[in-house]
């Protein structure tokens, strides 16, 4: 009786938009409708945005299964699969398949996706022409790829990339042809352009650029493509993938109003009032999408309306794209082209195959384009979505959210850095909070659990990494589901796991590391080089080579880049002291090369800002003659020995703290460490020096020394633990060079002091750095001998050769 009452509802189109238009209205009004669907394609509903990676052979046809019949099953919704419809009586309100079956509605929903554009040139009906759409698709690739050699892919966008790769992994000979110069140019720049096509070259695919195809060629299947201009290239398969266009036969034949797809509006309706449609079949406010980001914005919109809700209008989407190429990285969003009212950040470091260009406009986000390094993209996109005014943190901008007020706290874990509110997955919209509450409201453990409860991850994947993070971060270690962090995508080892190799098998290079551990991606990435080079360094300082390439700029060019591209050059003073012979030595190279500030710093030193580029290496070589060296205010090094005058002056002075803050300066300055390092030293518990919030503080005491380890001042504060009491300046200077080095030795890449004592226990570092005599000894042996090798002062050896003048290549700024 309850089931008579019901309102008929209709979909046609089992795809991607309909079926989710489906699930979001089950959530609210579960008992609303008698649904029936219709579904030309023979299968439940599917991921059909992982269909790339089933042509490489990473999943199967069974992994992307969305809803299989028994969902629909579940849900009492009738599903009419392999079933065209080629009909709708809108009078009678009834729907017509192609079999004769048919179903009336009260409401009808289309979501009938789009079709691939088939160049019409002779011979594109051949069999062997195919575009890239659905399983079939898919399956003639697969089956063509085990009978024949050649492949031709008309059309080097995001589907042609990713069809050519897919058949080069399935052992194809595969050129792409391309219309215009550079690839993928609705998304990328010419420089990043570039960048993927090189890659892809390195990968095995060949390129026809700036090419136009005249013909297929071919009697009873397809042997080859002309081009104009004559060139012929011989074709046992040519996948046309040069655009969709929206599937609007049905509804043009019905008589609803269609331009270039199925107009609707801010409610998804069509201009007949019964009548719905969501998907790529759409356009909207003049706009047809290709990504299923806005067509699930269209989805939620829309069931709230079949809901009879009322409520949420559908008002346009701004999208972003990623490259399903497994080993590149590729990010664009908005506007990155820029024009006369708009500025942009651009950085490019060939060596490490990096490149980023954040166009802004009025100080906010306008565009971005990112090749190499993507970790960012989801929070410059939010930024952009969100119209946030970027000029508190536009000098860092450029180095990602996780250098965001340089706090160092657990730099390589993206998913802590993000507010609440923040999206995780673009392409459904779910956010950090929603996530998180459905982690510990519905008790999940497992990335499928998430899943399915959140859609996170479970549309393109490329956040899957993320939602292990907050996963990992929220549950703790949950014993069912042992998890181990990889340092990056390029390996499944853990930190931990590569620091022990790289010390059992003496592996002294970066590439050595790779290859025992056979990386995924022989080239490294921008998170796990800068790792692997600081690991090498740090177990064999004697037999490894610093590699330049992999550090971050700062380090390289041994200075810190401000905003307007210019540097900041701040020199040692020991301990905080100064002379007026190093007073007058600053005043004259301020002087003199025209710094525009000058400035005491937290850690009491001097900074000059605003020194151009070029004029580094002469303002080190005037520095070094007065007898001033590198502060490397630049490095995950030791920082600054921040002292007060203690008993030499002060009437509350118990030690002479001055004097430890410059032995302990003079012995730790140099060495490099997984993240910035900064010790204090006070003369009393009055704590002038602020010694407890630095990595390492000693804290003066009338019988000695307290020694406090682990505080940061950054945007979390935290205060230090006290590690232990000594009695003498040498055990201060023993414990802090053991201290430092078992840092150096045990902490991950990134890891402040804080989260590495938060992670491992204060008491074991108690045990190895305080109870523990002969193991102490032996740290602060190993300490003392790698200081033998990197104490030395960066900014002499480069000013005294002139050759690697040459390599200070300011960032480029253009507008
Ligand atoms: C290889 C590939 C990779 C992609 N990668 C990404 C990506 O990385 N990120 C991203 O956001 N998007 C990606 N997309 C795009 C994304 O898949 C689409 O935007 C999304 O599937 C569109 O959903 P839709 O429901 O509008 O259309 P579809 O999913 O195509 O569904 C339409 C369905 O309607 C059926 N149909 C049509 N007419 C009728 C009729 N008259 N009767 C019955 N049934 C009918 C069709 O057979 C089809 O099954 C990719 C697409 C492809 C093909
Ligand atoms: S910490 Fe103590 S000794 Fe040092 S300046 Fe302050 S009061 Fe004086």
Not at 453 to 459: E, V
Not at 752 to 768: C, F, N
Request: net charge negative.
């Amino acid at each position: 009786m309850e089931r008579a009452m019901k309102e008929k509802l209709v979909l046609v189109g089992n795809g991607m938009a309909g079926v989710r238009t489906l699930e979001e209205l089950l959530k609210i009004a579960p008992d609303r409708y008698d649904i029936t669907v219709f579904g030309a394609e023979p299968y439940g509903n599917y991921n059909r945005i992982l269909l790339s990676p089933v042509l490489a052979a990473e999943k199967g046809i069974d992994d992307i299964m969305l809803n299989t019949v028994a969902w629909y099953e579940d849900n009492n919704i009738t599903l009419h699969v392999g079933t065209t419809v080629v009909d709708v009586d809108r009078r009678r309100r009834t729907v017509i398949a192609a079999d004769g079956t048919e179903a009336s509605y009260d409401r009808l929903l289309l979501a009938t996706g789009s079709n691939p554009f088939i160049i019409p040139v002779p011979g594109h009906e051949l069999p062997g022409v195919i575009g890239f759409r659905d399983i079939t698709d898919v399956d003639t690739m697969l089956d063509s790829a085990k009978r024949h050699t050649h492949a031709v892919v008309i059309g080097g966008g995001l589907l042609g990339l990713e069809a050519a790769n897919g058949l080069k992994l399935q052992g194809m000979n595969v050129t792409v042809v391309h219309l215009t110069e550079t690839l993928m140019e609705r998304q990328l720049d010419e420089v990043a352009a570039g960048m993927l096509q090189r890659s892809l070259e390195a990968k095995g695919l060949q390129f026809l650029m700036a090419t136009q195809t005249e013909a297929i060629l071919g009697d009873e299947h397809v042997k080859g493509v002309r081009f104009k201009g004559g060139l012929e290239v011989a074709a046992d398969l040519v996948v046309m993938a040069a655009g969709i266009r929206p599937n609007i036969e049905l509804a043009k034949k019905i008589g609803l109003h269609c331009e270039r797809g199925i107009v609707v509006n801010d409610t998804l309706q069509t201009f007949d009032p019964k009548i719905y449609a969501v998907g790529e079949c759409v356009q909207h406010r003049g706009h047809s999408y290709g990504l299923v980001a806005p067509l699930f914005e269209q989805a939620k919109v829309c069931a709230n309306h079949l809901a009879c809700y009322g409520i949420g209008r559908y008002e346009g989407s701004v999208t972003s794209t990623k490259l399903k190429v497994t080993g590149v990285d590729l990010f664009s969003a908005g506007d990155f082209l820029g024009d006369d009212s708009t500025e942009a950040l651009v950085m490019k470091d060939a060596a490490r195959g990096v490149y980023k260009k954040i166009v802004l406009k009025d100080n906010k986000i306008h565009g971005a384009v990112m090749y190499g390094d993507t970790v960012d993209g989801a929070w410059y996109f939010q930024l952009l979505r969100d119209g946030t005014d970027v000029s508190d943190f536009r000098d860092t901008l450029m180095f990602g959210q996780a250098h965001l007020g340089d706090s160092g706290h657990g730099g390589q874990n993206a998913a802590s850095a993000m507010s609440d509110d923040m999206e995780v997955c673009g392409c459904n919209g779910v956010c950090k909070g929603e996530v998180v509450k459905a982690i510990t409201g519905k008790g999940l453990f497992t990335l499928e659990e998430v899943r399915s409860h959140t859609k996170a991850s479970a549309s393109c994947g490329s956040c899957t990494g993320l939602v292990e993070q907050i996963l990992a971060s929220t549950v703790g270690d949950y014993s069912e589901t042992p998890k181990k962090k990889p340092v990056c995508g390029c390996t499944d080892f853990t930190h931990d796991e590569v620091r022990h190799a790289i010390e059992d098998n003496k592996l002294t290079s970066i590439q050595a590391v790779r290859e025992f551990l056979e990386w995924k991606n022989p080239d490294g990435c921008a998170s796990c080089r800068p790792a692997l080079n600081f690991y090498v360094l740090a177990a064999w300082p004697r037999e490894a080579k610093d590699d330049p390439q992999s550090r971050f700029i700062n380090e390289r060019v041994h200075a810190n880049i401000q905003k307007d591209g210019t540097y900041s050059v701040v020199p040692r003073m020991w301990g905080g002291v100064t002379t007026p012979k190093e007073l007058r030595a600053l005043a004259d190279a301020a002087e003199k090369y025209n710094a525009k500030t000058v400035k005491v710093t937290g850690g009491q030193r001097i900074d000059l800002f605003g020194i151009k580029k070029e004029d580094l290496p002469a303002i080190w070589s005037d520095l070094n003659q007065a007898g001033m060296v590198s502060g490397h205010a630049y490095g995950k090094s030791l920082r600054t020995v921040k002292t007060c005058v203690g008993s030499e002056w002060c009437r509350f002075g118990t030690q002479d703290s001055t004097g430890l803050g410059i032995k302990l300066e003079k012995m730790t300055w140099g060495s490099w460490t997984p993240h910035k390092f900064k010790m204090a030293v006070s003369g009393c518990p009055r704590n002038c020096a602020e010694a407890t919030i630095k990595d390492f503080g000693v804290v003066c005491v009338d019988s000695g020394y307290e020694l406090h380890v682990g505080g940061n001042g950054g945007i979390h504060v935290r205060a230090t633990e006290l590690l232990c009491k000594v009695a003498t300046e040498d055990e201060a200077m023993e414990y802090s060079a053991a201290f430092m080095q078992l840092y150096r030795e045990q902490a991950h890449y990134l890891e402040r002091t804080a989260p590495w004592i938060e992670r491992v226990g204060l008491s074991y570092v108690k045990q190895k750095v305080a109870e523990d005599e002969v193991g102490r000894k032996a740290l602060q042996q190993r300490f003392l001998e790698s200081q033998e090798v990197f104490q030395y002062d960066p900014w002499a050896k480069e000013a005294e050769d002139p050759q690697t003048r040459k390599a200070y290549i300011p960032i480029k700024k253009v507008g």
